[in-house]
């Protein structure tokens, strides 16, 4: 058997006396989406900085493919095979959505570092960008500035961004967050669509989405995983209904 | 290679503000000539040397979004470079110049380095301290001169001698075309739409699988390197050189300069020297004209100027200017 996309193991990480990441073990494995639950608080986000790079477990190991990566750096990460979107928007937005995109494929064709040849009027570069736009149906929308876009299409192009680096990962953390139903259901035939193409490890508090996106559910509870399963079962244990299904319609 | 030359058609297109302002530069002479204002050439040179430094530190500041205090001290080490090199009796212009950029250089890499790391006040606090110390250093250095600083002889460049009218006035046009088409390549590169990028949002291209870092040192030297060469002109023209030279309010001028011309605009600064440069050289006089009585303290009209210009103006004078030249076209 091929070792899967993304494998943690035994990740512990404390803030203080906070424990955030509490021997955490999962894996994400080719052509999966693999979704991440839990209340407010739960350590969700915290445990994909530390899969991301922007935050190092106390303990534990992180493997990519079968290599452990655990003490790499974020760009070393990405270059590996890593793209997230955030929980909060996070693109470049004193730009156009084509450039953008444009930054992003000379970046993905590692031609950043480039003092003589143009960018955002390179015709392949601009090609590039819009294959990269395309992947989100934002092609016509190219010429507008990121500051004027509404907060959908904002999540958009930050999948857009993640995805631009043909990245075997995406870790997404609750792309859906602020976005109205029908925004969101677009949301989620384009990740559904994504499976083949990239292991995926979904952050969602979205219920309806988590359950028709998910092959798989892990549920996170004070940093520890408390139910691992197929969203069916997850759907049916009885200690996840009470620790997170439960106080759905309160807390969020 | 033809991607490369139509970058530069492209790029003149942009900075027509540059060109004009690089071709009123050429022409000037012509006029002092005629009007016998010698001493005009002498100031033409004063703000095509402040603004090529600022022009270096746009580079950094409107570019790249650092807010780096320190960058007089690149000036500095600059003019002393031909002051140390005229103390061992080394008189070439072009060995000046070529000390300059890589002392420079390596300054750049040492201080970026160590800065670079930080960001916000931090920044603006280390940057400011490493120009402090230079500044000390060079006030301690008896040897070249110390806080009197040292009179030196204008650089020999081959055939072309600068003691000779309008000589150095054109070397230093041409440093400034140079700086100026170099920067222009630069800002519109790969390397400067990153930059620009790292500016806007640092994690956004960090999770693009590139090393902020990298472009920031990178954008860091190549501005030290370009107010060196300033700093290096400056101190042949003069004829004389001080600790007084990277005094920390030159930093703060320059950057005034920039903000008033237009921050990262490519031809803001120069437009913004032009401004500076002449407001300074008026206002004395002009105060003096319509209240003598204040005339000694002019410095209290300058600031309000100045902070009227960077408030209202956003975009600074270039900005202005693009507005008034886009409503004269549409009417
Ligand atoms: N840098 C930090 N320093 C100290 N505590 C932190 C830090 N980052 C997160 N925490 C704490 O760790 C816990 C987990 O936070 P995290 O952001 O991972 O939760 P989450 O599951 O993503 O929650 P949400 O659903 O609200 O996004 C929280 O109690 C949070 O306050
Ligand atoms: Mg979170």
Same mark, same amino acid.
């Given at each position: 058997?091929?070792?899967?996309?993304?494998?943690?193991?035994?990740?512990?990480?404390?803030?203080?006396?906070?424990?955030?990441?509490?021997?955490?073990?999962?894996?994400?494995?080719?052509?999966?989406?693999?979704?991440?639950?839990?209340?407010?608080?739960?350590?969700?986000?915290?445990?994909?900085?530390?899969?991301?790079?922007?935050?190092?477990?106390?303990?534990?190991?992180?493997?990519?493919?079968?290599?452990?990566?655990?003490?790499?750096?974020?760009?070393?990460?990405?270059?590996?095979?890593?793209?997230?979107?955030?929980?909060?928007?996070?693109?470049?937005?004193?730009?156009?959505?084509?450039?953008?995109?444009?930054?992003?494929?000379?970046?993905?064709?590692?031609?950043?570092?480039?003092?003589?040849?143009?960018?955002?009027?390179?015709?392949?570069?601009?090609?590039?960008?819009?294959?990269?736009?395309?992947?989100?149906?934002?092609?016509?929308?190219?010429?507008?500035?990121?500051?004027?876009?509404?907060?959908?299409?904002?999540?958009?192009?930050?999948?857009?961004?993640?995805?631009?680096?043909?990245?075997?990962?995406?870790?997404?953390?609750?792309?859906?967050?602020?976005?109205?139903?029908?925004?969101?259901?677009?949301?989620?035939?384009?990740?559904?669509?994504?499976?083949?193409?990239?292991?995926?490890?979904?952050?969602?508090?979205?219920?309806?989405?988590?359950?028709?996106?998910?092959?798989?559910?892990?549920?996170?509870?004070?940093?520890?995983?408390?139910?691992?399963?197929?969203?069916?079962?997850?759907?049916?244990?009885?200690?996840?209904?009470?620790?997170?299904?439960?106080?759905?319609?309160?807390?969020? | 290679?033809?991607?490369?030359?139509?970058?530069?058609?492209?790029?003149?297109?942009?900075?027509?503000?540059?060109?004009?302002?690089?071709?009123?530069?050429?022409?000037?002479?012509?006029?002092?000539?005629?009007?016998?204002? =010698?001493?005009? %050439?002498?100031?033409?040179?004063?703000?095509?040397?402040?603004?090529?430094?600022?022009?270096?530190? %746009?580079?950094?500041?409107?570019?790249?979004?650092?807010?780096?205090?320190?960058?007089?001290?690149?000036?500095?080490?600059?003019?002393?470079?031909?002051? &140390?090199?005229?103390?061992?009796?080394?008189?070439?212009?072009?060995?000046?110049?070529?000390?300059?950029?890589?002392?420079?250089?390596?300054?750049?890499? &040492?201080?970026?380095?160590?800065?670079?790391?930080?960001?916000?006040?931090?920044? &603006?606090?280390?940057?400011?301290?490493?120009?402090?110390?230079?500044?000390?250093?060079?006030?301690?250095?008896?040897?070249?001169?110390?806080?009197?600083?040292?009179?030196?002889?204008?650089?020999?460049?081959?055939?072309?001698?600068?003691?000779?009218?309008?000589?150095?006035?054109?070397?230093?046009?041409?440093?400034?075309?140079?700086?100026?088409?170099?920067?222009?390549?630069?800002?519109?590169?790969?390397?400067?739409?990153?930059?620009?990028?790292?500016?806007?949002?640092?994690?956004?291209?960090?999770?693009?699988?590139?090393? =902020?870092?990298?472009?920031?040192?990178?954008?860091?030297?190549?501005?030290?390197?370009?107010?060196?060469?300033?700093?290096?002109?400056?101190?042949?023209?003069?004829?004389?050189?001080? =600790?007084?030279?990277?005094?920390?309010?030159?930093?703060?001028?320059?950057?005034?300069?920039?903000?008033?011309?237009?921050?990262?605009?490519?031809?803001?600064?120069?437009?913004?020297?032009?401004?500076?440069?002449?407001?300074?050289?008026?206002?004395?006089?002009?105060?003096?004209?319509?209240?003598?009585?204040?005339?000694? %303290?002019?410095?209290?009209?300058?600031? =309000?100027?100045?902070?009227? &210009?960077?408030?209202?103006?956003?975009?600074?004078?270039?900005?202005?200017?693009?507005?008034?030249?886009?409503?004269?076209?549409?009417?």
């Amino acid at each position: 058997m091929s070792s899967p996309i993304l494998q943690l193991d035994g990740v512990m990480k404390s803030y203080d006396a906070l424990l955030a990441t509490n021997n955490v073990s999962l894996d994400v494995v080719a052509g999966e989406i693999h979704a991440l639950i839990g209340p407010n608080g739960a350590g969700k986000t915290t445990l994909i900085k530390q899969i991301y790079g922007s935050e190092r477990p106390d303990s534990g190991r992180i493997l990519l493919n079968g290599e452990n990566i655990t003490s790499l750096s974020v760009p070393k990460r990405v270059r590996k095979g890593i793209g997230r979107s955030f929980q909060i928007s996070n693109v470049l937005t004193d730009f156009t959505m084509r450039e953008n995109a444009i930054i992003a494929a000379q970046a993905q064709r590692q031609e950043a570092f480039q003092f003589f040849l143009p960018a955002f009027d390179d015709a392949s570069l601009i090609e590039d960008a819009m294959v990269i736009l395309d992947a989100v149906g934002l092609t016509s929308k190219a010429d507008i500035l990121v500051s004027e876009l509404a907060h959908g299409e904002r999540r958009l192009l930050e999948l857009a961004l993640a995805m631009a680096g043909e990245p075997c990962l995406l870790l997404l953390d609750e792309p859906m967050a602020g976005a109205g139903p029908q925004e969101s259901q677009h949301m989620t035939d384009i990740i559904s669509a994504l499976r083949a193409r990239h292991g995926i490890l979904l952050i969602e508090h979205d219920m309806d989405a988590v359950f028709a996106l998910a092959d798989r559910i892990t549920v996170l509870v004070e940093g520890a995983v408390i139910a691992h399963g197929t969203s069916a079962e997850i759907s049916q244990n009885p200690a996840v209904r009470e620790a997170y299904l439960g106080r759905e319609d309160e807390a969020c | 290679m033809t991607r490369f030359f139509s970058l530069i058609g492209r790029g003149l297109l942009q900075h027509r503000a540059m060109m004009y302002l690089l071709v009123g530069f050429a022409l000037f002479p012509l006029y002092t000539g005629f009007a016998d204002l =010698p001493f005009w %050439n002498d100031v033409a040179i004063r703000i095509m040397l402040l603004g090529m430094a600022a022009m270096g530190l %746009n580079l950094v500041l409107g570019y790249g979004g650092m807010v780096s205090f320190g960058h007089a001290a690149f000036f500095g080490i600059g003019a002393y470079c031909v002051g &140390i090199s005229s103390y061992y009796d080394i008189f070439n212009g072009w060995i000046h110049i070529g000390f300059s950029l890589v002392t420079c250089g390596l300054m750049g890499v &040492i201080i970026g380095l160590l800065s670079l790391r930080t960001s916000g006040i931090y920044f &603006i606090m280390i940057t400011l301290a490493f120009a402090q110390m230079l500044f000390f250093a060079f006030v301690s250095l008896e040897t070249f001169g110390g806080d009197d600083g040292m009179s030196i002889d204008r650089a020999e460049f081959g055939l072309i001698d600068l003691y000779e009218p309008l000589r150095l006035y054109f070397l230093v046009w041409a440093a400034l075309v140079i700086v100026s088409l170099l920067l222009m390549f630069i800002v519109h590169s790969r390397f400067g739409v990153t930059l620009r990028a790292i500016k806007s949002n640092e994690s956004r291209v960090e999770a693009m699988g590139l090393t =902020p870092l990298k472009f920031k040192i990178t954008a860091y030297v190549i501005s030290a390197m370009i107010c060196g060469l300033a700093g290096t002109l400056f101190a042949s023209w003069q004829e004389y050189v001080s =600790p007084d030279i990277m005094h920390w309010t030159r930093s703060g001028e320059l950057m005034i300069i920039i903000i008033l011309g237009g921050l990262g605009t490519l031809a803001g600064p120069l437009l913004g020297a032009i401004a500076f440069l002449l407001l300074e050289e008026f206002l004395p006089e002009l105060i003096q004209a319509i209240a003598p009585d204040y005339a000694e %303290n002019w410095m209290i009209v300058f600031g =309000p100027i100045l902070i009227a &210009i960077v408030m209202f103006g956003r975009g600074g004078l270039l900005g202005l200017l693009i507005k008034l030249f886009q409503r004269k076209g549409a009417s």
